[in-house]
């Protein structure tokens, strides 16, 4: 036996294993001629909640045992964790209409820009007014690129941000945009603009470790991601692979813990830590993040950046690590809403890879008028917030108020079995990661507590594919009813914690935009959530610009990276 097949080798395990395993989960790998015994079963049987009886048993014996030889075989089958599962997930649509058309988008940009006197405040200029910059050609592409590489290169270290400076290409990327636009070729908005990316996503020539001592060595070859494609094509300069919480979860990865800029003994939050972290502290003007399940909402309000997880099936995760094939979603982390917009917008719709998206209309025309749309707020995540958290929530309802919003108190969806949907993620998660797991390799992993991936990859063995297809089904209901709710508002606002609505809108797949709105006592920041219909992130990015052109929590930033 192999080291693992010792630590799993009591019969209750392996019945448990081969109960579980349905092709789609599949279990450790089991000792030849073993065979599942009458006592074996019913001592398994608390593991998935049966009872079935001393008949039903002996029955069920052969054909357990049968299916013992399938799941070896597949066991024995390599899948590269690039490989999805053929059943997709899409969101049933069901509450405010789509749009059908794709308007012309008005952006609004500010009509100059100055460069500043002082160089280092160039660190927190936002994508617009950078782009702006450009396309008057006050500053080369090489010139902003050569800056924030040096950002990069002199607070990285400090932040623990950082996995790959990706100079070269970076510079080249720059030289080209600067050509083009020599030549009088405009890409739009992102051409020539710096960003970085959580380092789960591929570039060839170099590494790409999911933060993930196993894989920080990990050379995926020529696989780029089709959103680095996508911003490639924009003319966006990518100029370093950032950190994540080791396989996307929390703050901690093989080279330590991302810290927040705004109090660094704090970790940044995670999964998408330096994208957050390296945004808040200036060292770029916008990273790409992903989220499963809080990992944009999470360290955006951490580290006081604006964050957008969009729609499911809004923007391709190819060329993506996947843990949740059917809950992973890929969006910006800005310093702003509008900067969230001109990046979602040059990174979504299909490339035929992700068979998951789709091509729907993004009608956005800056910020919103709040008297004209239907608002609503879910008053008891407001009157049950922690105290120094409900004063700067209760302040934005004031201020959207302010702005012509007529606030309706909501009640958000309950009574529906959320821990056990909640599987959805470990078993999927547990399946992507199923060789690391049998072939003990999880063990390199920097945490080993039981909330860490390798005890929930192991513990997900024990979700029965029945339980996870009527977890499916439990969630088709979920979306509904989010949808019913959904169809009467254009937004919904939301304390970003504290409530259900984070796990609820991650398995619904509808969209969210988080926000700076204050500080706590420690002096991080804090986040006030707005989520919207399936499709339609203009609105929420819409009402999220409105508040913050008439606040200025999005223009203060952590005074230790302010030069």
């Not at 398994?44 to 039903?56: I, V």
């Not at 209760?394 to 012509?404: A, C, F, S, W, Y």
């Not at 390798?454 to 979920?478: C, E, K």
Request: aromatic residues 8%; charged residues 20%; positive net charge.
């Amino acid at each position: 036996m192999t080291k693992l097949n010792l630590k799993f080798k009591n019969h209750t395990v392996l019945l448990t294993l081969l109960l579980t395993a349905s092709g789609f989960f599949a279990g450790f790998k089991l000792a030849q001629n073993t065979a599942i015994q009458k006592e074996d079963v019913k001592a398994a049987q608390k593991l998935l909640d049966l009872s079935f009886n001393d008949n039903e048993i002996e029955q069920l014996l052969p054909n357990v045992n049968r299916n013992l030889r399938g799941i070896k075989e597949l066991h024995d089958y390599s899948v590269d964790n690039s490989i999805p599962p053929v059943l997709w997930f899409k969101p049933p649509k069901g509450g405010k209409p789509i749009a059908k058309k794709q308007q012309s988008i008005q952006w609004g940009f500010p009509d100059q820009v100055s460069l500043p006197v002082k160089q280092s405040d160039l660190a927190f200029y936002t994508v617009a007014e950078l782009s702006v910059l450009i396309k008057q050609r006050k500053i080369t592409s090489v010139e902003l690129t050569k800056f924030f590489i040096n950002r990069l290169k002199t607070h990285g270290d400090s932040l623990r941000s950082v996995i790959t400076i990706t100079e070269d290409r970076a510079i080249a990327q720059a030289r080209k945009a600067d050509e083009l636009l020599k030549n009088g070729t405009y890409l739009g908005p992102l051409h020539g603009i710096p960003y970085g990316a959580k380092d789960l996503m591929s570039v060839p020539d170099y590494k790409t470790t999911w933060g993930a001592n196993p894989y920080k060595g990990q050379n995926r070859g020529k696989e780029l991601a089709t959103v680095i494609k996508k911003l490639d094509e924009a003319g966006a300069v990518l100029v370093a692979k950032l950190t994540l919480g080791a396989l996307a979860m929390g703050d901690v990865w093989y080279g330590g813990t991302t810290r927040n800029p705004w109090n660094l003994k704090q970790g940044s939050s995670g999964s998408s830590a330096g994208s957050a972290s390296s945004v808040a502290a200036g060292l770029v003007p916008f990273t790409l993040g992903t989220e499963t399940l809080g990992s944009i909402v999470s360290p955006s309000t951490r580290n006081g950046a604006t964050g957008l997880r969009p729609t499911f099936g809004r923007v391709s995760r190819a060329g993506a690590m996947a843990l949740s094939w059917s809950m992973d979603k890929i969006g910006p982390i800005t310093r702003n809403a509008f900067d969230c917009a001109l990046v979602f917008d040059a990174i979504r719709g299909e490339d035929n890879i992700d068979l998951t998206v789709e091509d729907q209309p993004f009608n956005y025309n800056g910020p919103a008028d709040l008297s004209k749309l239907r608002v609503g707020y879910l008053k008891p995540y407001f009157d049950n917030n922690r105290p120094n958290q409900k004063a700067n929530d209760d302040m934005v309802l004031e201020v959207l108020k302010t702005l012509g919003a007529d606030l309706k108190p909501v009640e958000w969806v309950s009574d529906m079995p959320f821990s056990g949907m909640q599987a959805i993620l470990t078993a999927e998660a547990a399946a992507a990661f199923d060789a690391l797991t049998r072939s003990d390799r999880d063990s390199l992993l920097v945490r080993q507590n039981a909330g860490a991936w390798p005890n929930l990859f192991r513990s997900a063995r024990f979700t029965s594919a029945v339980d996870y297809i009527n977890a499916n089904r439990a969630r088709y209901d979920l979306v509904q009813k989010v949808n019913d709710l959904m169809k009467d508002y254009d937004v919904i606002v939301t304390p970003s914690f504290g409530g259900s609505q984070l796990l609820t809108t991650n398995l619904t797949g509808h969209p969210c935009v988080v926000l700076k709105n204050g500080y706590n006592q420690n002096g991080s920041p804090t986040s006030i959530s707005f989520i919207g219909n399936l499709f339609d992130e203009a609105t929420i990015l819409a009402v999220a610009r409105a508040y913050q052109e008439a606040t200025d929590f999005d223009e203060q930033h952590p005074p230790k990276f302010v030069d």
